[in-house]
């Protein structure tokens, strides 16, 4: 899993970027499209008082590690700013062209199928840092 790419970047490159960068570019709440190892993902992310949420809206391919080595990052950086849950939000629900690998992968880490306000449908999952699904 250590050697998985986000974008190019290693989890330690990422958790070294400036602060502002990764506000601005990273914890946005904005669509961003990005390759996790072989995997392209449409995600956005933000901080909501003391909670990291991960959006993901579309995840095609991958399968070596790119949902655990985004899962590892997203822990190390919830846990570097005293963040306590990290929020998961995958919509692969109702998707034209299912992935069962992915859903299967997701039901086997804890998540469910639950109905969000403002968001809708999708796998959902609220742990607390250091205990999250990797």
Request: charged share 20%; hydrophobic share 45%; proline share 3%.
């Amino acid at each position: 899993m250590s050697n998985i790419l986000l974008e190019g970047y290693t989890t330690d490159e990422i958790l070294n970027l400036p602060a502002e960068l990764m506000q601005s570019i990273i914890l946005s709440d904005e669509a961003l499209v990005f390759k996790a190892g072989s995997a392209n993902m449409l995600g956005r992310f933000c901080v909501s008082g003391d909670t990291l949420i991960l959006e993901l809206a579309h995840v095609d391919g991958g399968g070596e590690g790119a949902l655990p080595a985004l899962a590892s990052l997203a822990n190390r950086y919830a846990q570097r700013e005293g963040l306590q849950f990290l929020e998961w939000r995958v919509h692969a629900v109702h998707c034209a062209r299912p992935n069962l690998k992915l859903r299967r992968v997701l039901e086997r880490r804890g998540f469910v199928i639950r109905e969000l306000t403002d968001v809708g449908e999708c796998f959902w999952l609220r742990s607390a840092v250091n205990a999250c699904p990797t």
